[in-house]
């Protein structure tokens, strides 16, 4: 499993409703995309759920690199880039996926947080706290999925969870779900990635 995201940071004036219906016209176009887990359509807004910023910031699980290459290399990405310059795309490897007891609502609401690694610290204890940390969200009420990925040329752990409520009991930053593209989420693997 492979993670990504890239975040879009518009003006603090910007009509977020242009976002809304970007997402409203082009986000069935991953609805079956090969080797897409699934991507989160996720947008902030400036004074909403303690956002300091406007930004539409999709998060994505790929369950095949190549379902991923596709994607970057091809027209899906190139919209995006015609549309908005050339982002950076964050990228993480996979530690862990689990359902969440709602898994078959459409997520509200979804919460990443990213934790730095401390030099010094051994890595098995960090993968294996970020994996407990994932079962103990995937298990809290409201939950459609969780996540954990870590980016190990930053040393960098990204936590990632799917709310069916607007109440997400988790820290960090909140994002607002505008579509869910899954195709191929029942293929990303349960559990720990190794």
Not at 53 to 59: D, G, L
Not at 84 to 108: I, K, M, N, S
Not at 156 to 162: A, D, G, I, R, T
Not at 165 to 177: I, L, N, Q, T
């Amino acid at each position: 499993m492979h993670a990504m995201q890239y975040e879009i940071t518009l003006p603090a004036d910007y009509d977020m409703d242009v976002i809304r219906g970007r997402v409203a016209r082009v986000g069935h176009l991953l609805d079956d995309w090969d080797g897409l887990g699934l991507k989160a359509y996720l947008l902030r807004e400036r004074g909403v759920d303690g956002s300091l910023v406007n930004q539409y910031a999709p998060f994505y699980l790929w369950h095949t690199p190549e379902g991923m290459n596709s994607f970057l290399w091809g027209p899906g990405f190139q919209g995006l880039v015609n549309d908005f310059g050339r982002p950076a795309v964050q990228h993480w490897t996979g530690l862990a996926y689990e359902d969440g007891g709602a898994a078959g609502a459409t997520p509200e609401v979804a919460v990443r947080r990213r934790v730095s690694i401390p030099e010094g610290v051994p890595l098995a204890e960090v993968t294996e706290e970020a994996m407990r940390v994932t079962g103990r969200l995937a298990a809290l009420d409201g939950v459609v999925g969780a996540a954990v990925a870590v980016d190990p040329r930053h040393w960098e752990v990204v936590h990632f969870s799917l709310w069916a409520h607007d109440s997400p009991k988790a820290a960090g930053e909140v994002y607002r779900v505008l579509h869910l593209s899954a195709p191929d989420r029942d293929l990303l693997r349960r559990g720990r990635q190794w």
